[in-house]
């Protein structure tokens, strides 16, 4: 498809639900004792990919438009699936549910797409296994189909994780919940904090101490009245877009702003953006964020703060390349085991666009400013790739097309709807 091209942003949007928190209010919904409501739910391919694969375990769950009913019974209340489940595109469905199905009395095969199918699952399969799981990638790989032999008794374990990384982290606590005894988790990076945050939420307990994190199980969850806040990385296009293309100001409304998510708001705030947050709901851990066009500097993006704006790398990329200056992106290996390998795909379908970036072994390395002009790019199957190659697109007057725009419905699904409203003057 031809993208928008270049024109300034003005006007005031709602960005979507977040994508963390809309899978895990599924998940804790259904494993809770009760009727969870949740509102604002993220109406994307993803979301929905949890949606029905729990609800092939049995768990009645209704959408009449605006809230969605999940009528929990606890894990207990799982039944097996008829089928193997398809999870599509989504790896936090597949890890998350790889943790909390292992004591279930039934088998359950997780699959998903191509790129799902390439994603690795060893970093989720051995720490369960050590706690006593029976879980198998297929034929002896560590690759999804992933087969739960389930009836497993588990055993409690004190892990230190290799990786940063919400899900690993998030597919023990799922465990942990079901398993007697004390499980201590030591992350790596400190990573998103939504499912501590929702095991509290849902009348769990869990303790922190930095960056150790303890659950005594087995717990039981009571249901909550969930309202999702927006999706600060679904912002994040929009945050990049406001701070780079001439003569923007707009205001992004309800955006998520969990301070283990916030990184890409020090990071426009170190290249030199002027940003303003008003608004602020402390309990929803909302706000509204203005932001207008800036002159921005390259920076160096290193270490903890990785993490919290993992998923914003494709676009601070673009962010750099309008930035006087050097930006250097370092340890961010895991990019390349996201939908797609995002240092790869962020380098190469800039490049095509007359970016001066270059790839290294755990991140890029931008230097601007530049012009970017038109060509023909792909997201390459992976949403956020997508998204900000449209934002690219906002900075020339000539053509840019993109192959397999479609795959932005995995969290966006309105994204152009809203690019249009902010750039029709
Ligand atoms: C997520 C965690 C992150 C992130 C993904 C969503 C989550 O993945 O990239 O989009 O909801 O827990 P990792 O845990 O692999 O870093």
Known sequence: MKLISKSPLKGIIEVPADKSISHRSIMFGSIAHGTTTIKNFLRGEDCFSTMHAFQALGVAIEDDGDVITVHGKGIEGLRAPKQALDVGNSGTTIRLMMGMLNTCPFETVLYGDESLSLRPMNRVILPLQSMGAEISGH????????????????????YEMPVASAQVKSAILFAA?????????????????????MILQFGGQIQQDGKEIRLTG??????????????????????????IVPESEITLKNVG?????????????????????TNIDEKNQSADITIQTSQLKGITIGGEIIPTLID??????????????????KDAEELKVKETNRIDATCDELKKLGANIEATADGLIIHGPTTLHGGSVSSLGDHRIGMMLQVAALL???????????????????????VEQLTTK
């Open 139 to 158: 034929a002896g790989t560590e690759f999804p189909p992933i087969t739960i032999h389930g009836s497993s008794q588990l055993q409690p374990m004190t």
């Open 177 to 197: 919940l079901q398993t007697e005894g004390l499980t201590t988790i030591i992350e790596k990076e400190a990573s998103r904090n939504h499912t501590e945050e």
């Open 218 to 243: 087995p717990q039981q969850l009571k249901a909550q009245a969930v309202t999702v806040p927006g999706d600060i990385s679904s912002a994040s296009f929009f945050l990049a877009a406001g701070a």
């Open 257 to 277: 702003i969990n301070p283990t998510r916030t990184g890409i708001l020090k990071v426009l705030e170190e290249m030199g953006a002027t940003l303003s947050m």
């Open 312 to 329: 914003e790398l494709p676009v601070i990329a673009l962010l750099a390349t309008q930035a006087e200056g050097t930006t250097v992106i």
């Open 396 to 418: 020339t007057d000539e053509t840019v097309t993109l192959e397999n725009p479609e795959s932005i419905a995995i969290s966006y699904p309105s994204f152009f709807e809203d």
